[in-house]
């Protein structure tokens, strides 16, 4: 199978949400029962979904879970403008949100196309000016964190998709003899050393906007973290080629998405991890999943019967803190949905929630 690019899950079919029986109530008309996580004093973390612009439907139900902020994938409506227009974007697609009750967090997926940029091709000065021109005006509309990763040619990357978990739920699973039968990718060899210069390019053009924006630049793990992929060379795939990354450029706003299944399959001890980067105020993003098995080979679980202890996940970004955005990620498609967009249907994802907030709940932990 091809890869399955992020890109395409964060701008996931309205259609696949479910009934329009379960989102006929709007925020206008609903009950307005206090919310009792509503706090002024802004705890550190803020349970977020993923939504793209026109999903209302996405983000009534985000609502209606108790989900109150968004990651919102806008590269599709940044590519339709000019620079000019990326500022006066930002502010609608913030505005729709808001009218639903839901505050953007963060975006997700590269801001605007970034692969010239990643695999150094003939284009890539122009695609670095659009993409300070994006974080310029991210800063502007006030959406603090950028997700962004550096997965060249490939994005994230499956060799079956509909693999059964439990019940005959269907999720993803990688295996890397399946994906090196598959040869190489259109773009031939790439090694890791022009995959780190392109990154070290990159990052020495941006992270000077990103400071005077106020942006916190979130780089997400190579997933899997494998090297190389299909011909394609994978550099974030061990905490200390992250500890790398951050020395490029030293600032308080070059940081990281802790995805935290990718770390554990690169071997890392993750809860050692997340204290470490979490104390160093690195940690911008979480992206909250479990997986079975290694780098080599690995299926993606539901988020309550993978082998990680989650609750002291959650504990640890807490007790460390851990201040901004944390999702949900890659959850089984369910009975009843369609597996168009394998990891990102919504009833795995709302059980997801449901066992996160549980867990705080029972912990007393304090979260938005």
Known sequence: MSGI??????QTSV??????????????????????????????IHFAHVAGPGQTSRLRLMKQIGVNYAIAGVSGELSKVRREQYLPTLRRIKADFLEQGISIAGVESHPVPAEKIKLGLEGRDEEIENYKAAIDALGKAEIPVLCYNWMAGLGWYRTKSDQHERGGALTTEFDAEAARAQGPTEFGEVSEEKVWANLEYFLKAV???????????????????ISPLRGIGRILTSAKNYRRVLDIVPSPLNGITFCQANFKAMGEDIEALAKEWCRQKKIFFVHFRDIKGTREHFVETFHDNGPTDMARMLQVYHENGFVGPLRPDHAPTLEGEANDHPGYAFMGQLLAFGYMKGIMDGLKLPYA
């Open 5 to 10: 690019t992020r890109r395409d899950c964060l």
């Open 15 to 44: 259609k696949a949400l479910g009934g329009t029986a379960l989102v006929a109530a709007t925020a206008s008309n609903s009950l307005a029962y206090p919310d009792r996580h509503a706090s002024t004093q802004k705890p550190g």
């Open 207 to 225: 992270m000077p906007v990103a400071e005077k924006a106020g942006i916190k630049m979130a780089l997400h793990p190579d997933d899997p973290p």
